[in-house]
């Protein structure tokens, strides 16, 4: 059996969908409402910002990047990447004050997954986002 | 922002129901596709969940 290769789809122009990734990574939900996808885009925006606000109030941490040894660098720097993909959320919960310092406790640990889990659905639905830009899906 | 102290299960439970909800959304294409695999993610979370609870507690004895 050969397997035939797939010719590699060209990646299509930056300013067909870059702004449309760059308002769905600032206001969860927006790229899709930006499209036209109403229904769908509120649905992404109340999962985001509910996991995220749950996590706040469960007073979950949120991280700051740190390094040392390798497993230290992989929890806190990709966490903070999971809260930054949370746009305006993070954002605004730093501006505020509302970030806070790593507390012992089961509730508190839920929380800040909460934090990270919600920043990594808004990445899905930034690439969501992107393939309808591109003309990849419906 | 008023505190809110979650059990286990509620944790849980709400985690997996927004992830079905943006899995469900971002990966079928049409809308009874979407509800369909949002709702067999949903179930499978719950099934998760209860299978690993009753695993740890028959092997915590």
Known sequence: M?????PKEP???????????????????????LLGRRGRGALLALSVVAMFVLGLM??????????????????YCGGFLGNLASGILYLLSVW????????????????????????????????????IAAGKKE | MPKMNLSHFEASFLFALFTSIVL????????RERIVYGA??????????????????????
Not at chain 1, 14 to 27: F, R
């Open chain 2, 40 to 61: 067999q993610c949903f179930g499978y979370f719950l099934l998760a969940l209860f299978g690993l609870g009753w695993i740890m507690k028959i092997g915590h004895g």
């Open chain 1, 96 to 131: 505020l004050g509302y970030s806070q310092p790593d507390v012992a406790g089961h509730v508190h640990d839920y929380g800040t997954k909460f934090l990270v889990a919600a920043g990594l659905l808004n990445v899905l639905a930034m690439v969501d986002a992107f393939e």
């Open chain 1, 58 to 75: 469960m007073r979950g941490a949120l991280f700051q990047p740190q390094t040392g040894d390798l497993l230290t660098t992989i929890i």
């Open chain 2, 24 to 31: 469900g959304i971002v990966t079928k294409k049409t809308d």
């Open chain 1, 11 to 33: 990646m299509p122009p930056l300013k067909q969908w870059l702004h449309v990734v760059a308002v769905g990574w600032l206001i969860p939900g927006g790229g899709h409402l």
């Open chain 1, 2 to 6: 050969s397997k035939e290769k797939k």
